[in-house]
């Protein structure tokens, strides 16, 4: 069974800078395409960054290109999100997918591409 937990979420300033990690069981991590969404309030959850099973492939929104990067360690089974120049309108659960069964035929930001899904961990950026 693969379980995923998020961790690093947090209250911080405009501007500022978070780096989120998801812990990820399961003894073929590496063969993982890995997601991170996000969820704020009132407002449908969606994508924000992926990544490939050796980390050689990564997809971002258009929203966050350039401020956040998906990085990942096959040999410690961890994903992370490192964001930078953080806005208000980023605040949200921001939630760690894992696809293993090799589901290519949906692209990244499609939350039918992930079987299992972390508990989330709120970002809150204030002005």
Known sequence: QVQLVESGGGL???????RLSCAVSGRT????FM?????????????VAGISGPGDVTNYADSVKGRFTISR???KNTVSLQMGSLKPEDT????CAADWRGRNYY???????YE?????TQVTVSS
């Open 116 to 120: 299992e899904w972390g508990q989330g």
């Open 92 to 95: 949200a659960i921001y939630y």
């Open 107 to 113: 692209s990244a930001h499609a939350e039918a591409r």
């Open 35 to 47: 997601g991170w969404f996000r969820q704020a309030p009132g407002k449908a959850r969606e994508f």
């Open 73 to 75: 360690d096959n040999a």
């Open 12 to 18: 911080v300033q405009a501007g500022a800078s978070l």
């Open 29 to 32: 991590f590496s063969s993982y």
